[in-house]
Nanobody, 120 residues
Framework: QVQLVESGGGLVQPGGSLRVSCAASGFTFSSYAMSWYRQAPGKERELVAAITSAGSTNYADSVKGRFTISRDNAKNTVYLQMNGLKPEDTAVYYC??????????????WGQGTQVTVSS
């Protein structure tokens, strides 16, 4: 059974830091690209950061220099370290796992999301 379980969300003041985690199980974690998406009320879900199975990363322009994505394949966990948080970072943050294979096509898994609220 595939599971992506996010944790670490919460309420933080502007300028503060938070680290969210996503623990994966039920699939070969090291073979999947992992991403963090977020969705604010009334807005589309957007890509925040991604890390390939090889460890290459990319970020949305809005979080470059403030957020860092990392993965620990031994723990089947992906992290998103968020520094310099702003009120506009408030959203539900979702973990995503994706792998494209020649025959099976693209396989995608989603977590249930964790709320991050940035407010004074």
């Amino acid at each position: 059974q595939v599971q992506l379980v996010e944790s670490g969300g919460g309420l933080v003041q502007p300028g503060g830091s938070l680290r969210v985690s996503c623990a994966a199980s039920g699939f070969t974690f090291s073979s999947y690209a992992m991403s963090w998406y977020r969705q604010a009320p009334g807005k589309e879900r957007e890509l925040v950061a991604a890390i390939t199975s090889a460890g290459s990363t990319n970020y949305a322009d809005s979080v470059k220099g403030r957020f860092t994505i990392s993965r620990d394949n031994a723990k089947n966990t992906v992290y998103l370290q968020m520094n310099g948080l702003k009120p506009e970072d408030t959203a539900v943050y979702y973990c995503n796992a994706e792998r494209t294979m020649a025959i099976a096509g693209t396989i995608t898994y989603w977590g249930q999301g964790t709320q991050v609220t940035v407010s004074s």
